[in-house]
Every structure is written in C-alpha cells, then in structure tokens.
C-alpha cells in the first residue's frame, strides 16, 4: 500500500492514504486511452458520516495512456481534493505508478481515506462535496470529478 502525504493538514486532521491497484490491457484498449490522464467516481462508502468518527472512503477509477501519474519528488502533487466547503484544494503527493521513463499504459484504482470530517459550524449537520483531479508529470490535468451530497453529522 502508497502513501499520500499531506500538504495541508487543516481539512482532513489525519493521513488520508490510498490503496493501489492496477490491471492490465489489451492492445485495443491500449490504442483508446489517452496520454490525459482520466478519473471516474466508482463508490462512497457512505453518504452520511458522524463527525470524528466514521471514515469516508471515495474509490476513484483512473486511466492514464503513457503511464506518467506519480512524481518521484515528494514536493510535487498530483492529487487534489476539495472539500466544496473550502475554497482551497488540497494537494496531495503520490508516487510514481509506472516506472519514470517508462512509457506504458496504466489504469486501476484508487481509495482516498477521510479519517475524521467534521462540522465547521455550530449546527447539527452539513453537508458537502469533493472535488478531485490529477495531473501527471507533464502536468496534463485531469477531468474533474465531483462526488454526490454527503452528509457530516454531530
């Protein structure tokens, strides 16, 4: 299992991680999947959270065409996630997938993990959602997902 590390540790109070998993392609699939790199939302654990209490898990579906997702330099970013109730993105480090300089198609899976959302204000609930886009080390960005509502909880 990678690591992200964090950047900025004001939303998230925790190490958000992210397991990996990649798959294998045939060469038609190959041919269609583009040098951009591409995400798509497959599942939220829930969405309804208790605040400080229930983990949130987003799984994400990536695909990028020469395999450059990741830096080797843990000062570059190529994961951002927003909380909608934030102006700012989160910038988040994950390694390289492929090899650098190796140029190969790759595509799988990730698992981005909110350890502890909580309420910024007063009330008994709110609510939100995340934004989330790559880049790879050309610095081609990705497509920007945006989850469904979830619901944060006292």
Known sequence: ???ITLKNTCLFLGLISFSLSTSSCTKDQVDEISVIPSIELLSISSDT??????ELI???????GDGDLGFEETDQ????????????????YVGPIAPPGVNVPITGNFNIEFPSLFLFGNGNYET?????RMVDRRMNESNLLVTEEIIIKK
């Open 77 to 92: 970013y190529a994961l951002f996630v927003r909380d909608i109730r934030l102006e700012e993105f989160d910038d988040f």
């Open 128 to 132: 939100t959602r995340f934004e989330i």
């Open 1 to 3: 299992m990678d690591y």
């Open 49 to 54: 959270i208790k605040e400080f209490e229930d």
């Open 58 to 64: 987003i799984i994400i579906a990536y695909e990028d």
